[in-house]
């Protein structure tokens, strides 16, 4: 049982995602994206930023990835893509194999939730919980 998760009875109407990431390692991590197999929608897109410098969260060597983030129009989001509980998506990794890198991990890590209309009002809010999230 996770505490995080509800049952998928209590989700007919599927599922808001409200944040997607990647993880990949350094140094031949160059994007990703994750589709909806069906539809050929891009749902998300994410790019590797590298560190040019020695100061932290910029150090030579290593990247960090910014996520995708939806929520509302008014905090310049884009609106949350509602998916339903059987979608099939499809993820694509890119990278640079001129670096000597033997196999590549990598795997996408979501957040979403249960895309009622009372819920998705709440998250489309302005000022909402996934825009104070994102200003902290």
């Known amino acids: 049982y996770d505490a995080n998760c509800l049952p998928m009875a209590q989700m007919p109407n599927g599922v808001a995602l409200v944040y997607a990431n990647f993880h990949c390692h350094a140094p031949a991590c160059i994007d ?8 050929g929608e891009l749902i998300c ?11 932290a969260g910029d150090e030579t060597g290593f990247h960090k ?3 995708c983030v ?8 884009s609106p949350l893509p509602v998916l339903s509980l059987d979608t099939r998506l499809r ?11 033997y196999g590549m991990m990598a795997n996408w890590m979501m ?11 709440a998250m489309n809010e302005p000022g ?3 825009s104070t999230m994102l200003a902290s």
């Open 32 to 39: 990703a994206e994750l589709w909806n197999d069906a539809t």
């Open 128 to 130: 909402g919980l996934f």
């Open 91 to 101: 993820a694509t990794l890119r990278t640079n194999t001129t670096y000597g890198q």
């Open 111 to 121: 957040r979403a939730a249960s895309a009622t209309a009372v819920e998705l009002a």
């Open 45 to 55: 897109r994410v790019t590797a930023v590298y560190g040019k410098g020695d100061t």
């Open 70 to 77: 939806w929520g509302s129009a008014d905090d310049g989001l």
């Open 65 to 67: 990835v910014p996520p």
